[in-house]
């Protein structure tokens, strides 16, 4: 079974700019989660996708936006970056059954870098 | 103060040691509880899941909750250098499905 595929995995844009990233959850999955992951601040939360709705939203400024699609897969953007979104972002996927199999399962990660 | 303190290590000890991680909690209404594994820039890969209190035992590996006193640890015996990476705790309540994490452990296993 496919893991979770994040696309692409490496990037470099200049501030002001902005960026879309792709994840393909594992097949039938549901839900999708996007964190940052930076040195200091630890993995962060962005938002939760299930059945193409937003679920829950972490503590993020409105430049941060996602969206999943029929098929379960999501993208994210960001737009206007700044020096300090150079990050990791990790995609999570999970199957979400009721109460159950929410654990999450990640993929390698796409590393944005702002200059 | 944050929902799960973790310490960020780093966390040193020789090859064989048996190695305890913990984090703490305050919200009582956590029952799932799970712990990551992460290699330098790869993703967290799930390592154990548990629900509510008690053990889990995984091979060298053995996660523990005690709800109680709102702790929970993970067990690593005869540590191998190839464990050398960070550890995530991560949890959830019943209602709420976003996890929430610690900050992440350190490992370190000197050959």
Same mark, same amino acid.
């Given at each position: 079974k496919a893991g979770v595929t994040q696309t692409p995995r490496y990037l470099i844009k200049t501030r002001g700019q902005q960026v879309t990233l792709s994840?393909?959850?594992i097949s039938g999955h549901r839900s999708v989660s996007w964190y940052q992951q930076t040195p200091g601040q630890g993995l962060q939360f962005l938002f939760e996708y299930f059945s193409e709705t937003q679920r829950n939203k972490g503590n993020f400024p409105g430049r941060f936006s996602g969206r999943?699609?029929?098929?379960s897969r999501s993208e994210m953007n960001v737009s206007t970056l700044e020096l300090g979104d150079s990050a990791l972002y990790l995609c999570a996927s999970s199957l979400r059954t009721g109460k159950m199999n929410t654990e999450a399962f990640f993929g390698q990660g796409t590393r944005l870098t702002v200059v | 103060q944050k929902e799960v303190e973790q310490d960020p290590g780093p966390l040193s000890v020789p090859e064989g040691a048996i190695v /305890?991680?913990?984090c703490t909690y305050s919200n009582s209404a956590f029952q799932y509880f799970m712990w990551y594994r992460q290699y330098s820039r790869k993703g967290p890969e799930l390592l154990?899941?548990?629900y509510s209190s008690g053990n889990k035992e995984d091979g060298r590996f053995t996660?523990?909750?005690?709800k /109680? /006193?709102?702790y929970i640890s993970l067990f690593i015996r005869d540590s191998q250098p190839s464990d050398s990476a960070t550890y995530l705790c991560?949890?959830?309540?019943d209602s709420n499905y976003q996890l929430i994490w610690g900050a992440g452990t350190k490992l370190i296993i000197k050959p």
């Open positions: 994840c393909s959850p999943q699609f029929s098929n | /305890s991680l913990n154990m899941y548990t996660a523990q909750v005690d /109680s /006193s709102k991560a949890m959830r309540g």
